[in-house]
């Protein structure tokens, strides 16, 4: 076991708790690290704490906040084998993919450490004489931060990096099955200098945080929310803030769609549908929901996919695989549940479903001790099917198949969901008719459905999330508000709109 951990608010322990047991899914009788869950009121008071340390962090010059942020991603670099090892240990993610992880850590402060230089205001002609008008962007104040333990390190930096550059405080809140990790962070983030009580960590389970973050909006102490999970809980989140008159950045679900055309490139098709149906074992957000595939092209595609993936690595994530196991007890279970969605007029085209075990093993592998599953490809699924409406999260993808781009842009669309979205073509007229049509945030033209860059806009629509973004440039608009001040040196009161001069122009004129 690593150790037992518990909450840190204001730079110091939290006392109390009850216990909970971050396990290794690929040998589950192994302890990661005991965790001491905190309660609501242990929430709320990390937000008042919060509170009175930004006040100090607010006017720590932007710049300066900027070389903090510069410090935490040299932190990470340095640490960053140990950090994706710790990732791949508790979460089963492949190492190589726990190392891209920290990586995108690593590339978030790259890109914001200078943003602190650019915080950029506006200066804005006035219409009357001696009078100056300014625009400023200010820190929100406290953010409260909730992510999922899918990618515990990179997501998180995604809100705690901006947020902190931008002069607010945080009080993050990750998924407990993912605990070590969070800490581990917290540390590299601790130790770049940050104040006490800038950043707070706190550990608790669902019920809890809700319940925390409801008396903290009642007290005003929290001023932004930034939620990564499902849309069920996002929808409960957003009611919530929509009651405090405010909006949520929400990073939920998605059933992200590929449409493979009848002119795409079928081994690149394949890879990328390899990649971002089975990669952390479907439990991406962006993960492949459903392939859509030209009706010429159907049954090519589905052969080459299907020897594939039987040819693809399943195990120790540790080694050198597709993917590893399930998250985590409670993600295994549900995905049992995804497999009861398959109906007769389905087509299982991959082989064994289920838990792998020595009774229903893949090849020769067993899944001894861990929660591996059987990779799943489902043909024939039909608009109205479960399998093709809702999210899920696992390593499962349906396939259907079109013939017209109209056609395909209606069933991509069908789900509701709206976050990622690739299309395989090698003819630019449909590329960009499918960005046209589609009502993704994220669209991939010959990629997969997962892959982000720090420095675009991540974000989905629909049952995906409201519209706000994540990373680069435009997740400033979360975590400040634009403050507008007029100057008037005119020594005198001149009122907008009414003492304006007026130069009257001859409207009867006529060469």
């Known amino acids: 076991m690593t150790g037992e951990i ?45 509170a009175a340390a930004q006040r100090e962090w607010a006017r720590v010059p932007a710049p300066v906040r900027g070389r903090v942020i510069a410090s935490i991603g040299r932190l990470v670099e340095a640490n960053a084998e140990s950090l994706a090892r710790l990732v791949t240990r508790e979460i089963g993610k492949p190492y190589a993919e726990a190392l891209g992880e920290v990586r995108e850590i690593v590339d978030t402060c790259d890109f914001f450490l200078g943003e602190g230089r650019r915080l950029y205001g506006q200066t804005v002609p006035s219409e009357m004489p001696d009078k ?5 962007r200010v820190p929100v104040g406290v953010a409260a931060v909730i992510t999922a333990g899918n990618f515990p390190v990179a997501v998180p930096s995604w809100y705690l990096v901006p947020a902190l550059l931008a002069g607010n405080a945080v009080v993050w809140k990750p ?98 549908a ?67 969605w398959i109906q007769p007029h389905h087509e299982v085209v991959s082989g064994p479903t289920g838990r792998i075990t020595a009774g229903n093993p893949r090849g020769d592998f067993t899944g001894e001790g861990g929660l591996y599953y059987h990779p799943v490809i489902v043909d ?59 009502g993704a945030g994220m669209v991939s033209v010959n990629n997969s459905t997962s892959g982000a860059e720090a420095h675009l806009p991540f974000g989905g629509n629909g049952r995906s999330g409201n519209g706000s973004r994540q990373s680069g440039m435009w997740v400033l608009d979360q975590f400040t508000r634009w403050q507008a001040m007029n100057w008037d040196h005119s020594g005198r009161l001149q009122k907008a709109q009414m003492d304006v001069v007026e130069i009257v122009p001859d409207v009867n004129f006529r060469l």
Do not use: W
């Open 175 to 272: 998924a407990e099955y993912a605990a070590a990790s969070a800490e581990a962070l917290y540390r590299l983030f601790a130790a770049s200098g940050l104040p006490d009580g800038v950043l707070n960590l706190v550990f608790a389970d669902g019920a809890a945080t809700f319940e925390g973050l409801e008396a903290a909006l009642d007290e005003g102490t929290v001023h932004k929310v930034g939620f990564t999970g499902s849309t069920e809980v996002g929808r409960r989140i957003g009611e919530l803030c929509g009651r405090h008159l405010q909006s949520p950045c929400l990073e939920l679900g998605g059933k992200n769609p590929m449409v493979v055309a009848a002119d795409a490139d079928l081994d690149l098709a394949v890879e990328g």
């Open 274 to 340: 390899l990649f971002s149906g089975f990669g952390t074992a479907g439990q991406r957000c962006t993960s492949l929901g459903t392939a859509i595939v030209h009706e010429s092209v159907h049954d090519e595609f589905l052969g080459r996919l299907t020897r594939a993936l039987a040819a693809a690595g399943i195990g120790d994530p540790a080694g050198d695989v597709l993917c590893g196991p399930l998250l985590d007890h409670r993600f295994a279970s549900r995905y049992e549940e995804y497999l009861g």
């Open 380 to 438: 024939g699924v039909r608009p109205g099917d479960r399998l093709f409406l809702e999210e899920t999260f696992g390593p499962i993808i349906g396939v259907t198949s079109f013939s017209t781009l109209e056609e395909a842009l209606e069933l991509a669309n069908r789900p509701g969901y709206g976050l990622s979205s690739s299309v395989y073509t090698t003819d630019p007229a449909t590329a960009f008719r499918f960005r046209e049509g589609i």
């Open 6 to 50: 518990s909450s840190v608010i204001g730079g110091k322990q939290a006392a109390g708790g009850t216990d909970y047991d971050s396990i290794n899914p690929s040998r589950v009788d192994e302890v990661v690290a005991r965790i001491r869950l905190a309660d609501a009121e242990t929430f709320s008071s990390a937000c008042r704490t919060a």
């Open 132 to 136: 100056n008008l300014f625009t400023f």
